[in-house]
């Protein structure tokens, strides 16, 4: 049987905390951050931190094929183990983040007036090569049940022609701390590495600590991972953003990935999988039995090392050679893993992976309806409203940095709309059908039935842009129609009088 660790993934937990920045204390309260207090905000909060490290690097293994299967242990016939992994963690996370993240997600003003500075700000971020970034966002979001983007200032030395730069953290040691107090403001934020030991066996560990009024650095050496010793040197320095520069990035409320709640039934198609292989090998490694045949000892070592065993021979019986095997019944593992598969597409809201649902003579939107791609629609709409949470928090990040470094673009981050782009031309013909009827009947705006037919994510976009050609070629238009039908009415003309005449 597959390997179980025992553990149940409910998600990501949060880390909170009771201290707060000097900037979010009130006279009532006196726990601070500081250097002082450090040390034991970081021992707080630490076991939790480390149980979600755990649950991550477990995710990204088995997300990478180091599943649960590979360790099984197997007591009957050992000698026939095989383990394959089907990988349909990695399937699905690729599907997830291909349909919800395939296209940049993009900047649009709300206000005509904007349009110049959002511009400005497209080309930064896109110099900066956010897309990439958004995209390792939500592969780890999709696989850990969380994320973290780092928006820094340039430092000394690497400056380049974009102030600020965009950067995905390991979610492994990285996190943020949340206030415990009502609304649940993030009010610390940490990152941390090791350092190569030079000349020593002890490990060098360096934290990076950021608050809203000042950012810690501190290393601790040869201590154990969390834990900052009393002797440990802390620099202080203020913040000038006045920003935590660290944003989380969740996948959902429970900070879960997309398939980690299928994980046992992942193991279970697996097994399945596994032991179909093993009784194929089985039946061709099956044992010949001899029965009533009276061999030397000699030949009967050769016989066992080649899965050959014999009886003795009784005179009165005849002899006779049979293979032994009971191979499993075909129809009902096919059954089982159709099921299991089906079951995992419902629960990850995947299109079904069972071929025999494509055939018949349905089209259109009856198969769409009928292989589950609705749910897929669904699920990228909730993890657009994640994402754009933590956006506007990155967006305040870049625009605070511009500010700073002198080049404002006058603009806030609700001056911005986030928007997604996916492809939704499938069933083309269909939707411009219903497009056409429902802007004919003069009750809907073109917005409103672009939306109710489903053609685009950004339909005030594509309506305004519509709307901007017709008026700028409309009188193009009437006059080559004018043109034609003088044309067409004069040929027309000439025949006629050629038929009086």
């Known amino acids: 049987m597959a390997v179980d660790n025992g553990t149940v993934y409910l998600g990501r937990s949060k880390l909170y905390t009771d201290y707060v920045p000097d900037s979010m204390a009130d006279k009532d309260n006196t726990k601070i951050i500081s250097k002082e207090t450090l040390p034991t905000i970081l021992q707080q909060v630490w076991q939790t931190h480390y149980r979600n490290t755990n649950e991550i690097t477990y995710l990204l293994n088995y997300y990478k094929g180091e599943q649960d299967i590979l360790k099984r242990k197997k007591f009957v016939r050992p000698d026939i183990d095989n383990r394959v992994v089907f990988n349909h963690a990695m399937a ?60 820094f ?27 415990s107090q009502i609304g649940n403001p993030p009010v610390l934020a940490c990152t941390y590495y090791e350092v190569e030991p030079i000349g020593t066996n002890l490990g060098e560990y360096v934290y990076i600590f950021y608050t809203t009024d000042k950012i810690y650095k501190c290393k601790s050496c040869g201590g154990s991972l969390g834990i900052i010793t009393d002797g440990s040197k802390i620099e202080e320095q203020d913040n000038p953003m006045g920003l935590i520069p660290i944003v989380e990035y969740r996948n959902n409320t429970w900070g879960m990935g997309d398939w980690e709640m299928a994980v046992n039934l992942l193991n279970a198609i697996n097994l399945v999988g596994s032991d179909c ?42 002899s006779d050679l049979k ?22 597409s419902v629960i990850v809201g995947m299109p079904t992976a069972n071929s025999e649902s494509y055939s018949g003579g349905d089209t259109g939107d009856a198969v769409y309806l009928r292989n589950g791609y609705e749910r897929l629609e669904v699920i990228a709409r909730m993890k657009e409203t994640f994402f754009k949470r933590s956006e506007r928090n990155s967006l305040r990040l870049i625009l605070k940095i511009m500010e700073i470094k002198n080049e404002p673009l006058n603009l806030t981050p609700k001056d911005i709309t986030i928007k997604f782009s996916r492809s939704m031309t499938d069933n083309l013909i269909s939707k411009a059908s219903a497009l ?35 008026e700028a070629n409309t009188d193009v238009t009437e006059d080559k129609t004018t043109e034609t039908d003088t044309k067409v009415s004069t040929k027309d003309a000439k025949l006629k009088q050629k038929v009086d005449r």
Not at 114 to 136: C, H, I, P, R, W
Not at 165 to 175: E, G, K, M, Q, Y
Not at 325 to 342: C, F, G, K, P
């Open 153 to 179: 200032a340039d430092i000394h030395g690497v400056e380049d022609d974009v102030p600020f730069s965009i950067v995905t953290l390991d979610p492994r040691n990285t996190f943020v701390i949340y206030s």
């Open 277 to 318: 292989v093993n009784d194929i090998e089985g039946v061709v490694n099956s044992i010949l039995v001899g029965i009533n045949l009276d061999l030397s000892e000699s030949t009967q070592e050769k016989f066992k090392a080649n899965n050959i065993i014999s009886f003795p021979s009784m005179k009165e019986n005849p």
């Open 92 to 151: 699905i996370t690729r599907d997830i983040v291909g349909y919800t993240f395939g296209k940049p997600v993009c900047y649009v003003q709300r206000k005509d007036s904007d349009k110049t500075n959002v511009k400005e700000l497209t080309n930064l971020v896109e110099a900066e090569d956010k897309f990439t970034s958004d995209q390792e966002l939500a592969e780890y979001a999709s696989i850990c049940g969380t994320a973290f983007r780092g928006i």
């Open 323 to 344: 293979y032994i095997y009971n191979q499993a019944d075909a129809t009902s593992l096919e059954n089982l893993r159709s099921y299991l598969l089906n079951e995992l």
């Open 436 to 470: 056409s009827t429902l802007v004919s009947t003069k009750v809907l705006t073109p917005e409103d039935a672009l939306t109710l037919v489903g053609l685009t994510t950004e339909p005030a976009e594509m309506a305004k842009k519509g709307k901007e050609y017709w």
